[in-house]
């Protein structure tokens, strides 16, 4: 018997989308029973959670209702680095199907682990999300999202597959592969990172591959906040729609929230992902329709639930009605960050980071700044380092020594090779408390 | 014997280099010579100047990283075969060059080379073993006006 993979019966949406039209009553029973489970489940494996509860004076059944969620502490990222690796694991390692990693904010990077449950679970959300995007079978979907450690590949790989549509496993990079690819595959739907597209629409015009006149309908663009400027930019250069797709690696990884056809705001799988809207100075919720730090729960997660993870990325809930017909609730596109992480071709940088190998090589923190800007639509990240007398040399060989050590010691603990300046001292610009350490000059 | 060199960072962008002369000059103090070294994105600017002290407060106070070396000087005969003669000298006693330069004064038959060396000291010895003259700072600057 063949499972049925997309029901026209059901005015052209897949049956996975169902849980984006629970009547609203009927969902906030699903989150509350699942919360209550979630948070059992944490509080009986993971010990940082269970001390965290006692020290609160509370057990699982302080969840009575659903605003009782802001009852419970916050997990940040430090936390998955302090428990480095496998610290936040609510599952045996029996029970693990599958690890991804992320970078971190020191270097180390953070750990996240999968049941079987969990990655159909993210199966099934980015099933959801592609829908959203209108893509079903019988669609050609061609995945430049990265296959490794990082979520984006394997996350948008499942999901493609369960949504029944054809997916091209071409992960990130080869400019020329993925053109080939567009041009010959009849490819209909293409996920990478927005800045990446940018790049293939450049290259695309040098190689004289006509975008337009492709098959082409549907990008599905996340891992890096993008610009109205940059949606228009695409849209204009091609003959696709494009959508914004929201998530991270310790919620799930792609398929936390997804926009619609109306492209208006990004509907969280809340079923799944439950989210509020915190005050990140103070802690304190926020009503819906408020600016703050998005904060998720995973409702469903067994190998690693996060209970009140701060995401950092600043938003608000909308919660008026879409035109789409979802009742889930939806987010406003993420435009800055209530931490200064920068987002560099996908690939999550502190400045922080870049002072820890500063340091590591120079043993004092020299003054510096990193300048962000975007060459045929690819991301490029310079820092400028002022030359100190404890490194300077008279010999060239041994500045030139200096210069490299930097930039190795930055890509080892960023991940991303850098374009690295040695300047003049006293050149780069003193501020009154916090030095302007990002020059972002990213445009479209 | 050793000549006291001041070397600075300089951005390898247009401009630069005039700034640190400029400082110089408005200190009163002469420039004997000048060499410099770049790669692309850097520069480094070596100055033989004889207030040496003076100008490298100079420049420190206009904020410049300056860092001090000793060279030696070295007097060679003008003409074919002068150099190779010393650096014979200097390679059979397994001495490594730096980097060296030209010094922008001549003396009749006489030109005189500035020389950067890991241990200046045992190159000292080397050269006037072989019968080369190491020029010190006074006689070197006894020849300007």
Request: hydrophobic share 45%; glycine share 8%.
């Amino acid at each position: 018997m063949q499972t049925e993979l997309w029901n026209d019966a059901a005015g052209g949406f897949h049956p996975a989308s169902a849980p984006d039209f629970l009547p609203a009553e009927r969902l906030k029973e699903v989150q509350l029973r699942r919360l209550r489970a979630v948070v059992s489940r944490a509080y009986e494996y993971v010990p940082l959670f269970r001390q965290r509860l006692e020290a609160r004076g509370l057990t699982p059944d302080a969840i009575g209702e659903l605003a009782d969620i802001a009852k419970l502490p916050f997990t940040i990222k430090t936390d998955l680095r302090d428990t480095y690796p496998f610290g936040l694991f609510a599952s045996p390692m029996g029970d693990i199907v599958r690890l991804h990693a992320s970078s971190g904010t020191t270097g180390k990077p953070i750990v996240v682990g999968y049941t079987r449950e969990d990655v159909d679970v993210w199966a099934e959300v980015m099933a959801r999300t592609f829908a959203a995007c209108g893509l079903h079978r019988g669609d050609i979907v061609q995945n430049a999202f990265g296959y490794g450690l990082f979520t984006g590949g394997l996350g948008a790989h499942y999901g493609a597959e369960a949504l029944g549509a054809t997916v091209i496993p071409v992960s990130g990079g080869n400019t020329e592969r993925q053109l080939m690819v567009l041009r010959d595959f009849g490819v209909s739907a293409l996920c990478c990172t927005p800045s990446y597209f940018v790049h293939l629409i450049e290259r695309a015009k040098e190689a004289g591959v006509d975008l337009k006149g492709l098959p082409l309908r549907v990008g599905v663009f996340g891992a890096e906040p993008w610009s109205d400027a940059m949606r228009v930019h695409i849209e204009a250069n091609t003959a696709l729609k494009a959508y914004d797709i929201y998530g991270l690696s310790e919620i799930t990884g792609p398929g936390v929230a997804s926009e619609c056809a109306q492209q208006d705001g990004l509907h969280v799988f809340e079923d799944h992902f439950y989210p509020e809207i915190i005050d990140p100075e103070t802690g304190a919720s926020l009503p819906d329709g408020a600016e703050g730090e998005l904060v998720l729960t995973t409702l469903s997660k067994k190998a690693m639930p996060m209970i009140r993870y701060r995401t950092r990325d600043i938003t608000r809930i909308i919660a008026a009605p879409c035109a789409c017909g979802r009742t889930l609730r939806r987010i406003e596109r993420i435009g800055r960050r209530s931490d200064d992480m920068i987002i560099i071709r996908g690939v999550n940088v502190f400045p922080s980071q870049v002072e820890a190998a500063l340091l590591q090589v120079e043993g004092a923190l020299p003054h510096y700044r990193i300048i962000l800007t975007r060459k045929s639509g690819l991301d490029q990240m310079a820092v400028e380092v002022e030359v100190t007398p404890e490194v300077f040399s008279d010999k060239v060989g041994a500045l030139e020594a200096v210069r490299a050590r930097l930039a190795q010691a930055i890509e080892q603990i960023c991940g991303i090779r850098v374009d690295l300046r040695l300047v003049e001292p006293r050149t780069i610009e003193r501020s009154e408390g916090k030095a302007k350490r990002v020059i972002d000059q990213r445009a479209i | 014997m050793k000549l006291q060199q001041l070397s600075l960072f300089l951005e390898n962008r247009p401009g630069r280099l005039g700034a640190p002369l400029e400082a110089i000059a408005a200190a009163g103090i002469n420039l004997m010579t000048l060499s410099l070294a770049d790669t692309a994105q850097f520069g480094i600017l070596r100055l033989i100047v004889r207030e040496w002290e003076q100008a490298r407060q100079v420049l420190e106070d206009a904020g410049w990283v300056v860092n001090l070396t000793e060279v030696v000087a070295v007097d060679l005969l003008d003409r074919p075969g002068g150099l190779a003669q010393a650096l014979k000298v200097l390679e059979s006693a397994g001495l490594n060059i730096e980097y060296l330069y030209a010094f922008s004064l001549r003396r009749g038959d006489k030109a005189i080379l500035i020389f950067r060396f890991d241990d200046p000291d045992q190159a000292i010895t080397v050269l006037k073993a072989a019968g080369l003259h190491v020029v010190d700072a006074e006689e070197l600057f006894s020849h300007v006006a």
